[in-house]
T-cell receptor, first 114, second 113 residues
Framework: DTGVSQNPRHKITKRGQNVTFRCDPISEHNRLYWYRQTLGQGPEFLTY????????KSRLLSDRFSAERPKGSFSTLEIQRTEQGDSAMYLC????????????FGPGTRLTVL | DQQVKQNSPSLSVQEGRISILNCDYT??????FLWYKKYPAEGPTFLIS?????DKNEDGRFTVFLNKSAKHLSLHIVPSQPGDSAVYFCAASWGTSGSRLTFGEGTQLTVNP
């Protein structure tokens, strides 16, 4: 049983560049979530998918952010024209809603925008 | 608008004693509560959860208590071990929200040998 995996684990980029992160959820989990965590705060919800459908997006998710889950399995989160304020840990979680409401998190991707 | 609040940024206890971490919430729609533990540079690890229809849930050394009238939950760790040293987050969700989690700010627990 493999857990949630995220790649890359670390990403350093220059302001204005685009970045893309990948999340592979636990097999057969039909819900996938993205959160962002900054220093000293708890994770904040960004968006979630049920299978391939993106059902909700937070106000935190500006137009520069886009997420996809094309086949209902892995997901990508893209940030265009990165800003220094985008520096954070980006966390992915998955759950199987028919089994449990518990979300299991991946190790996260640490983004640093210079 | 902080709907889930952990008022203690840090807590220090001796090995073998009880650790009590507290969490308050304001949204009465929340019906599912969870505790996560987080080590540096790792994602949160699920510890224990409780539904709003219960007031207590126990799993080994971990017990979560829910007081709905006070909108308060607590996590008890007995006995505390040095390996329990980490940041603990409480989180809450409700059914129609798609289970999106709202987290508190976290409490740094240090268990001293």
């Amino acid at each position: 049983d493999t857990g949630v995996s995220q790649n890359p684990r670390h990403k350093i980029t220059k302001r204005g560049q685009n970045v893309t992160f990948r999340c592979d959820p636990i097999s057969e989990h039909n819900r996938l979530y993205w959160y962002r965590q900054t220093l000293g705060q708890g994770p904040e919800f960004l968006t979630y998918f049920q299978n391939e459908a993106q059902l909700e997006k937070s106000r935190l998710l500006s137009d520069r952010f886009s997420a996809e889950r094309p086949k209902g399995s892995f997901s990508t989160l893209e940030i265009q024209r990165t800003e220094q304020g985008d520096s954070a840990m980006y966390l992915c979680a998955s759950s199987h809603i028919q089994v449990t409401d518990t979300q299991y998190f991946g190790p996260g991707t640490r983004l640093t925008v210079l | 608008d902080q709907q889930v609040k952990q008022n203690s940024p840090s807590l220090s206890v001796q090995e073998g004693r009880i650790s009590i971490l507290n969490c308050d919430y304001t949204n009465s729609m929340f019906d599912y509560f969870l505790w996560y533990k987080k080590y540096p540079a790792e994602g949160p690890t699920f510890l224990i959860s409780i539904s709003s229809i219960k007031d207590k849930n126990e799993d080994g050394r971990f017990t979560v208590f829910l007081n709905k009238s006070a909108k308060h939950l607590s996590l008890h760790i007995v006995p505390s071990q040095p390996g329990d040293s980490a940041v603990y987050f409480c989180a809450a969700s409700w059914g129609t929200s798609g289970s999106r989690l709202t987290f508190g700010e976290g409490t740094q627990l240090t268990v001293n040998p």
